[in-house]
């Protein structure tokens, strides 16, 4: 089976800082799927970033960016120029790329960014 | 721009009631999943399904079923509500072989 852990509950930044948030997960397969969901307070969970695990690439979406380590199993996303909106429950989710998709999440992480 | 919907946004049930909540999505996705959400344990996945009458336990199935007798409806049940079971019921749904998934807005479940 399939685990994501995030190891940090809650995080604070001030605006315009850079923070990363860490992630780590444990899976046999090889071809699967790595993502970050955000959920704005009272607001319906976003797909922020995906990373498919051939691609050796970091995804990049705008301010937000991921570091891939495959062979660690770490997912770490990167979220530069911090603003106001970023605040929200941030999620990490997995998801095998064959056979059943079950789409699996660690437990978050809150993060805060400060004027 | 509908895609992922809630019958409910709030729901207010007594014990031992048959709770149904219903989702429905406008995409065309075969897969369709029901998480609940607590505060400190995340999304646990309840119930996952990727066809029309298939379905797969999650992670905490016990006192739930789930229906999916058309491709857009996946019902989440509970067959005698109780108060562990007050939550937050997320649906989402994805298109196989994509890879990520769209979630609709939630429903706060509470039971009394």
């Known amino acids: 089976a399939q685990t994501v852990t995030q190891s940090q509950p809650e995080m604070s930044v001030q605006e315009a800082e850079t923070v990363t948030l860490s992630c780590t997960y444990d899976t046999s397969e090889n071809n699967y799927y790595l993502f970050w969901y955000k959920q704005p307070p009272s607001r319906q969970m976003i797909l922020v970033i995906r990373q498919e695990a051939y691609k050796q690439q970091n995804a990049t979406e705008n301010r937000f960016s991921v570091n891939f380590q495959k062979a660690a199993k770490s997912f770490s996303l990167k979220i530069s120029d911090s603003q106001l909106g970023d605040t929200a429950m941030y999620f990490c989710?997995?998801?095998?790329?064959?056979?059943?998709?079950?789409?699996?999440f660690g437990k978050g992480m809150k993060l805060t960014v400060n004027p | 721009d509908v895609k992922v919907t809630q019958s409910s946004r709030y729901l207010v049930k007594r014990t031992g009631e048959k709770v149904f909540l219903e989702c429905v999505q406008d995409?065309?996705?075969?897969?369709m999943f029901w998480y609940r959400q607590d505060p400190g344990l995340g999304l646990r996945l309840i119930y996952f399904?990727?066809?029309?009458?298939?379905?797969e336990k999650g992670d905490i199935p016990e006192g739930y079923s789930v229906s999916r007798e058309k491709k857009e409806r996946f019902s989440l049940i509970l067959e005698s509500a109780s108060t562990n079971q007050t939550s937050m019921y997320l649906c989402?749904?994805?298109?196989?072989?994509?890879?990520?998934?769209?979630f609709g807005p939630g429903t706060r479940l509470t039971v009394l």
């Open positions: 399904s990727y066809d029309v009458k298939m379905k």
């Open positions: 989402a749904s994805s298109l196989l072989g994509r890879g990520s998934a769209d």
């Open positions: 989710a997995f998801m095998k790329h064959r056979g059943s998709e079950k789409l699996v």
């Open positions: 995409m065309d996705h075969e897969n």
